[in-house]
């Protein structure tokens, strides 16, 4: 299930966006509970045989426990998530694991495609900065240095680092010699735990994929969504938590009938 979400059109534009603009949510588009209608269906596909495993992809740790508590018997296989040293998402990880869902890290490199409109995280202690960042991740001065330290590249230091979490890690590449370059990451860069640590560090919540515009991709229960008005940079991250409902408030727990 590539979204917890249900969308009438795949433009999200043509739709007119997340929230009206009086700021209500936009009544074409749905972002509750949905996903347990839809896993209910797609067990039904496992049971013909069709299908072997079921996993979901941008899913967070509310809508995880949504979907186990719906159905403990039919958890997911695995949660496929953006995962990179920018955004390390340690609760999201530590609740896949205590539940053997594996976790598949898409955008490994920091992704060349940016809808949030930013290209990096800036250098600072606000919510998405890093006193260490300021670079693209494959720019990356701590990555870069590792780099150098291990006689490899900075793409494979990140897919070592990624490796090394237990994740599933998913490079893109349309160059035959990158990809046999990342293919080879773990021979060419052994990262200790001390590098992997220091790596972790970088974390500061940063998303390539999705999320700073305010008011368009500012939906609570969104995987990106970054509290009120959505793009503010002056507000801790633990401010934008306390926005955010608990997960029953945000989900009725009820199995769909
Ligand atoms: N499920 C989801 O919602 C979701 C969302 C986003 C992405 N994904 C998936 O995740 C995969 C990867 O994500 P992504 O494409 O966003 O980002 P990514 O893999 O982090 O970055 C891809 C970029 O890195 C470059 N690159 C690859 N290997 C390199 C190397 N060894 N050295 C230097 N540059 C290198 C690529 O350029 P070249 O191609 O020119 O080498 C491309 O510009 C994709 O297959 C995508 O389908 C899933």
Redesign the pocket.
Known sequence: M??PVAIEQLDLKALGGLRLADGTPNPKLTMRTEFLETWREMIALKKTGKVRHLGV??FTLEQLQALLAAYPDEPPAVN?V?L?PYLCQPELVAYCKQHGIAMMA????????SYSGKSFPAVGDAPFENPRAGAPL?QNELVRSLADKHGA????VLIAWSVAKGFCC??????AH??A??LGACDACALSADDVTELDSLNCGWR??IGYFAGYFDCPNAPWYSGKGGSSSTESLSSHRKLVPTASEKLGLSKPS
């Open positions: 590539h979204w992809c941008n496929q953006e990179h898409y955008s490994p490199l920091g992704s060349s495609d494959l590249t900075p793409a494979q998913l490079p893109k590449s349309v160059q990158r990809i370059q990342n390539y994929g």
